[in-house]
C-alpha cells in the first residue's frame, strides 16, 4: 500500500530565499503525483500534477520534480514571500487507486 | 476549470442530529470523493464513488453514509452527529488529479 511521508512537518524562511519542500513515497509504481496548497481553514488548491512519464512541471515560481527510483518528489519555490505561507501536502498514486496524502508542511515565510 | 461547491462554509450542529453535507462538481466526472480533516491526522478518507448509484467505503466510514443519485452530486450524511465527527470535511473529484471544494467545518455541540 501506498504511503506518503513529508519532512520537514514546519519550515519558517525568510522573505526572498529559494526553498525546497521533500515528499517521499513507498511504493516506486507511482501513477501520478500532486502537490497542493492549503491555507488555514480553507480547501486544498491544487498546484502542480506530475505524471508517472514525466520528471518534471513548472508554474511560475514552483518548480516540481519526480524521481521514481528514488521514491521522492520536491516542490521548490523560488524567491519566497510571505504570501507563500500555507501548508504544503503532496498526494501520489498508483494505477486505479486514490490518491494517498502527506501529512504536509506549514511553510512560514517571515517578511 | 473544474469547480467544486461545497453548500457550507460553517456548520454548527446538535449531538443526534441528522446531518447532510452537499458536494456538486461542474465537470460530468465520475469520480467523488469525501474526506475528513483533523489536527494531527491529516486527510482520511471517509466514502468515494466511481459512478451514479455507485458508493465504497473508505477508511473511515463508521458513523457516515452517502448518497449519489446524480453524477454531479456526492452527499455525505451523519446519520446521528456526534462529537467526535467534529471535523474539517473536504469534497474532492477528478481521476488523474483531484479538485477539492473549499470545505464545510462542522462542529457538534
Known amino acids: 500500500k501506498q504511503e506518503v511521508t513529508q519532512i520537514p512537518a514546519a519550515l519558517s524562511v525568510p522573505e526572498g530565499e529559494n526553498l525546497v519542500l521533500n515528499c517521499s513515497f513507498t511504493d516506486s509504481a507511482i501513477y501520478n503525483l500532486q502537490w497542493f496548497r492549503q491555507d488555514p481553514g480553507k480547501g486544498l488548491t491544487s498546484l502542480l500534477l506530475?505524471?508517472?512519464?514525466?520528471r518534471e512541471q513548472t508554474s511560475g515560481r514552483l518548480n516540481a520534480s519526480l524521481d521514481k527510483s528514488s521514491g521522492r518528489s520536491t516542490l521548490y519555490i523560488a524567491a519566497s514571500q510571505p504570501g507563500d505561507s500555507a501548508t504544503y501536502l503532496c498526494?501520489?498514486?498508483?494505477?486505479?487507486?486514490?490518491?494517498?496524502f502527506g501529512p504536509g508542511t506549514r511553510l512560514s515565510v517571515l517578511p | 476549470d473544474v469547480k467544486v461547491t461545497q453548500s457550507s462554509r460553517y456548520l454548527v450542529k446538535r449531538t443526534g442530529e441528522k446531518v447532510f453535507l452537499e458536494c456538486v462538481q461542474d465537470?460530468?466526472?465520475?469520480?467523488m470523493f469525501w474526506y475528513r480533516q483533523d489536527p494531527g491526522l491529516g486527510l482520511r478518507l471517509i466514502y468515494f464513488s466511481y459512478d451514479v448509484k455507485m458508493k465504497e467505503k473508505g477508511d473511515i466510514p463508521e458513523g457516515y453514509s452517502v448518497s449519489r443519485e446524480k453524477k454531479e452530486r456526492f452527499s455525505l450524511i451523519l446519520e446521528s452527529a456526534s462529537t467526535n465527527q467534529t471535523s474539517m470535511y473536504l469534497c474532492?473529484?477528478?481521476?488523474?488529479?483531484?479538485?477539492f471544494g473549499s470545505g464545510t467545518r462542522l462542529t457538534v455541540v
Open positions: 474532492a473529484t477528478g481521476v488523474y488529479g483531484y479538485t
Open positions: 465537470m460530468d466526472h465520475e469520480n
Open positions: 498526494a501520489a498514486n498508483n494505477y486505479g487507486q486514490n490518491f494517498v
Open positions: 506530475i505524471q508517472s512519464s514525466q
